[in-house]
Every structure is written in structure tokens, then in C-alpha cells.
């Protein structure tokens, strides 16, 4: 069993930039993918960026390329999630998501197994 947790959310208004962090602990993290999702009220949960092992591969959804980075540190258990000129079409809850696979990167909901319970990012505008 893996244990997520995010942190890192609140409100920020258009342009501005927050940082999300997530731990995850009970398997040896640099075996993880591990991914970030966001889901908006009333809408099914969109892949925002997912990081492989050893950080060689990252993938980003269309709509946050060039916004977003998704990095991490192994030594530490974390990945993090730099978001940058944010809009209010990102306002949503961010979720971090683990998986123990042999995909290097995954981009969908189906791909990870273990999922932390949210955080909640809004951009006023």
C-alpha cells in the first residue's frame, strides 16, 4: 500500500503561480510514477502531468504545457508541481496520484493505483 498526501493549494488570482507538493511513503518512492490529475466541478478528472523513476521522461496535458512543471526528489519522497501563469480554467482539485508499474509514464486515471485526497486550487479572475 502506498500513502499520498498533497499539499500546496489555495487561491490565487490570473498570472500568478502555486506550488503543490506530494509525499508518498510505503513502497521505495524511487519505484513510483508518479502523476498529477485535476478534476473541476462537473467534470470527469483531466491527467495534468505525470514524471517517470528517475525523472528522464515527463509528460504534460495539452493544456498546461509551457505553464507547468512537474519535477522530483527521490532523496525525499516528493514530486512537486510548479504551476505558473495560472488561469481560471485551472481552478480545480489537484490530485497526486503513485503507481508500481512498468508504464514509464502514465497519462490516464487507469494507469495509477494509489491516489492522495486532493487540494483545492483556485484562480480568480
Known amino acids: 500500500q502506498v500513502h499520498v498526501v498533497e499539499s500546496g493549494g489555495g487561491l490565487v488570482q490570473t498570472g500568478g503561480s502555486l506550488s503543490l507538493s506530494c509525499a508518498a511513503s510505503g513502497r521505495p518512492f524511487d519505484t513510483l510514477l508518479m502523476g498529477w490529475f485535476r478534476q473541476a466541478p462537473g467534470k470527469e478528472r483531466e491527467f495534468v502531468a505525470a514524471i517517470s523513476w528517475t525523472s528522464r521522461t515527463t509528460r504534460y496535458g495539452d493544456s498546461v504545457k509551457g505553464r507547468f512543471t512537474i519535477s522530483r526528489d527521490n532523496a525525499k519522497n516528493t514530486v512537486l508541481l510548479q504551476m505558473n501563469s495560472l488561469k481560471p480554467d485551472d481552478t480545480g482539485v489537484y490530485y497526486c496520484?503513485?503507481?508500481?508499474?512498468?508504464?514509464?509514464?502514465?497519462?490516464?486515471?487507469?494507469?495509477?493505483?494509489?491516489w492522495g485526497q486532493g487540494t483545492q486550487v483556485t484562480v480568480s479572475s
Open positions: 496520484a503513485a503507481a508500481q508499474t512498468t508504464v514509464e509514464v502514465g497519462v490516464t486515471v487507469s494507469d495509477y493505483d494509489y
